[in-house]
């Protein structure tokens, strides 16, 4: 597939990737004329290349200027062979300049492209809303200053995480935290639920590039504290190559702190114990009397009585 820039047309006529409409492509807002300009957030998943939807392959491919800040040397090239446009915003990662700083300087250069209306593209890796400042901040300028800009949804880490490890969130519940975030705020943990927590391999990182290592121990202490040292979590790793498999290591929380850690390394923490059941509310919102009394020894794989290990607890 050639390079093409929005006007060149030429991958849709050629029957390639249908071309949205223009209000597709704008998203919200109807009071803005097209020729004023739109931005588009999408995400391109985290396997390469093969997560990315075809709305947002599109997005890409017709936009008059595409910024980008993904994760594999394969998806960059797939960008750039898909709009000779595009711009890689991870040159903003300057050593000694904070991820705030860094975060604002990727969104000043995604609102001087609007500003020469243009229709943008902001290209994220993963889900482009989740755990990912710019791409929000971008949208909320944007609409600010009267563009259209809208942002669609794509698959992140998580979405691989409760794939890979078998993971179904609407059976336990499940929380999930920025590690930094889980352990300054002392977020309240629900045992009885999964939690994932992001981030852990740069827990109080608040510089690129700066060293420590007291995070990861001080978040495997605080989890002791509430699960027990030898409670089993899962350091999981969704590898962006087609063809490899995850990596997942099942670790007691007392050897986490001497778990090795990437860059893309996600926690999760399975339920520690099953929650308690409320007749007296099972009642009160209409379950029939059966299954009250039943309760936990209900036997129907989907009853939301009857606690269902995921495939990772049960192993
Ligand atoms: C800045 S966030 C970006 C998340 C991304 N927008 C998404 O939708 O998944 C970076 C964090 O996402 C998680 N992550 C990113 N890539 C991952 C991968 N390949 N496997 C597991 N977790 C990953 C890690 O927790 C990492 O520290």
């Known amino acids: 597939m050639r390079s093409q820039r929005n006007g060149d047309h030429d991958g849709a006529a050629a029957g390639k990737l249908p071309a949205f409409s223009g209000s597709e492509l704008n998203g919200m807002g109807a009071s803005v004329s097209e020729s004023e300009g739109s931005l588009t957030i999408v995400g391109t998943g985290i396997k390469a290349v093969g997560q990315v939807t075809l709305e947002a392959q ?6 008059d200027k595409v910024l980008y800040l993904v994760a594999d040397p394969l998806t960059v090239a797939w960008i750039m062979q898909l709009n000779s446009s595009a711009e890689d915003l991870y040159p903003l990662y300057q050593p000694g300049i904070d991820r705030l700083t860094t975060y604002y300087l990727m969104t000043d250069r995604i609102l001087e492209c609007l500003r020469q209306k243009r229709d943008v593209c902001g290209v994220f890796y993963g889900h482009p809303g989740v755990f990912a400042f710019p791409s929000h901040e971008a949208m909320l300028r944007a609409r600010r200053e009267g563009y259209r800009a809208r942002m669609l949804p794509a698959v992140s880490a998580e979405d691989c995480l409760f794939a890979d490890l078998g993971i179904d969130p609407g059976r336990a519940g499940c929380q999930s935290y920025e590690a930094t975030d889980f352990l300054v705020h002392r977020r309240i943990i629900d045992p009885t639920c999964g939690l994932v927590l992001w981030q852990i391999s740069v827990i109080g990182h608040v510089y690129p590039g700066m060293a420590g290592t007291a995070g990861i121990s001080v978040l495997a202490d605080t989890l002791i504290e509430r699960y027990g040292a030898s409670h089993q979590v899962f350091v999981y790793e969704a590898v962006p190559y087609p063809v490899c498999d995850p ?6 929380l007392t050897d986490l702190a001497s778990t090795s850690l990437s860059q ?10 099953w929650p308690s059941f409320d007749a007296e509310v099972a009642r009160k919102i209409g379950i029939p009397d059966e299954f009250v009394t039943k309760g936990a020894e209900s036997a129907s794989l989907y009853d939301p009585l009857v606690p269902q290990p995921s495939s990772v607890e049960a192993a």
């Open 247 to 252: 990596v997942i290591r099942r670790v007691k």
């Open 264 to 273: 893309m390394s996600t926690l999760y923490v399975p339920p520690l114990a």
């Open 58 to 63: 599109s997005h890409i491919a017709h936009a």
